[in-house]
T-cell receptor, first 115, second 114 residues
Framework: AQKVTQAQTEISVVEKEDVTLDCVYE???????LFWYKQPPSGELVFLIRRNSFDEQNEISGRYSWNFQKSTSSFNFTITASQVVDSAVYFCALSGNTGFQKLVFGTGTRLLVSP | ETGVTQTPRHLVMGMTNKKSLKCEQHLGHNAMYWYKQSAKKPLELMFVYSLEERVENNSVPSRFSPECPNSSHLFLHLHTLQPEDSALYLC?????????????FGQGTRLTVV
């Protein structure tokens, strides 16, 4: 069975602080995909990144960076110099190689960035 | 037009009512999904449709009835719901068949069953 754990329920930071959101996953598949989504108060899930199990390169996109480590089954997300607009719920998700987005989600981490 | 549009955004219904949620995707995708987001549980997959054929039904009670008349539209018909069915229902779409892909979500329908 697949499982995603986001142990941090809520994180509060002050603007310009760096913050890391943790994600640990479990799967028996050798080919799988990991995702991060952002859910602002409006409700929709906004896609941030996808990683496949064969690509362990870290990625940086502006203030966002992701650290994928198969050895520890982790896919952590760091926001550098956080801004108030980063306040949202962030979900880590996992899918197998089924050809469909049958996503298994973590419970989410609520990030509150205060001015 | 946004990529995935859901209507209505909010819905309050009694346990004996029948209502439908609508989802429309403008992305030319070939797969559509219903996910449920409850207050106390992780987001969970309900149904998957590929080219109008249902390919997944995750043990969802029969009071939820999906319909996919074409690749751009997906409905979720609701009848005799229970208060515990109150949740945010999210529709998503994706383009499958090429490997690396991701789901695009709508803003959801906030359903309250009274």
């Amino acid at each position: 069975a697949q499982k995603v754990t986001q142990a941090q329920t809520e994180i509060s930071v002050v603007e310009k602080e760096d913050v890391t959101l943790d994600c640990v996953y479990e799967t028996r598949d050798t080919t799988y995909y990991l995702f991060w989504y952002k859910q602002p108060p409006s409700g929709e899930l906004v896609f941030l990144i996808r990683r496949n199990s064969f690509d362990e390169q870290n990625e940086i996109s502006g203030r966002y960076s992701w650290n994928f480590q198969k050895s520890t089954s982790s896919f952590n997300f760091t926001i550098t110099a956080s801004q108030v607009v980063d306040s949202a719920v962030y979900f880590c998700a996992l899918s197998g190689n089924t050809g469909f987005q049958k996503l298994v989600f973590g419970t989410g981490t609520r990030l509150l960035v205060s001015p | 037009e946004t990529g995935v549009t859901q209507t209505p955004r909010h819905l309050v219904m009694g346990m004996t009512n029948k209502k439908s949620l609508k989802c429309e995707q403008h992305l030319g995708h070939n797969a559509m999904y219903w996910y449920k987001q409850s207050a106390k549980k992780p987001l969970e997959l309900m149904f998957v449709y590929s080219l109008e054929e249902r390919v997944e039904n995750n043990s969802v009670p029969s009071r939820f009835s999906p319909e996919c008349p074409n690749s751009s539209h997906l409905f979720l018909h609701l009848h005799t719901l229970q208060p515990e069915d109150s949740a945010l229902y999210l529709c998503a779409s994706s383009q499958e068949g090429g490997g690396n892909t991701e789901a695009f979500f709508g803003q959801g329908t906030r359903l309250t069953v009274v």
